[in-house]
């Protein structure tokens, strides 16, 4: 299975730069994707990476380092309905399965 | 288009009773899964379908918990003899593939008393 590890809540002010971390273990990487979940909301996807580098939609960007088994989330221009859970997950093909793996989820908190 | 829909949206029940929770997917999408989402928790995997056909149920936790997909689109998830434990969020969710990007329903709030 994996371990994927994210902090547990990031505070950040509206209008800045804020930086979502994590982390992972597994043999058999095969992708990687975030999602944000607002309270009380379904989780609706953000970002997918598989191959190393900076992806990049608007305001978020997402980053991946198989060799590291890091990845990181960027969201610019934060306004204040940025404020929600950040879910990685990460999908490990080596036992056969394709279906991703949920990290616990970061909750960002965006103040004025 | 039609999201991923669930029924009912909140479920109170009496423990031991039996409750079945519904998901339909969006139409065309091949994989169906279930989780299970405690308050402040990403969603935990229980079981997915790729079509009719179950792929994968290693994280249905006991055998009260069981899944179906006859047709391979709506999915029902029964979970016999209730237990307080049993209290959460269950979330579906599909994809066009299996671990592709998925849309997730709205989930059913159960409480079991």
């Known amino acids: 299975g994996q371990n994927i590890d994210q902090p547990t809540e990031m505070t950040a002010t509206e209008g800045a730069i804020v930086q979502i971390n994590c982390t992972y273990q597994t043999s058999g990487f095969n992708g990687l994707f975030w999602y944000q979940q607002h309270a009380g909301e379904a989780p609706t996807f953000l970002s997918y990476n598989v191959l190393d580098g900076l992806e990049e939609k608007g305001r978020f960007s997402s980053f991946l380092s198989r060799s590291k088994g890091y990845s990181y989330l960027l969201l610019k221009e934060l306004q204040m309905k940025d404020s929600a859970s950040y879910l990685c997950a990460v999908r490990d093909q080596s036992g056969g399965s394709y279906i991703p793996t949920f990290g616990r989820g970061t909750s960002l908190i965006v103040h004025p | 288009g039609a999201g991923v829909s669930q029924s009912p949206r909140y479920k109170v029940t009496k423990r031991g009773q039996d409750v079945a929770l519904r998901c339909d997917p969006i139409?065309?999408?091949?994989?169906l899964y279930w989780y299970r989402q405690a308050l402040g928790q990403g969603p935990e995997f229980l079981t997915y379908f790729n079509y009719e056909a179950q792929q994968d149920k290693s994280g249905l936790p006991n055998d009260r918990f069981s899944a179906e997909r006859p047709e391979g689109s709506i999915s029902t998830l029964t979970i016999q003899r209730t237990e307080q434990r049993d209290s959460a969020m269950y979330r579906c969710a599909s994809s066009l593939v299996a671990g592709d990007e998925q849309y997730f329903g709205p989930g059913t709030r159960l409480t079991v008393t």
């Open positions: 139409s065309g999408h091949v994989s």
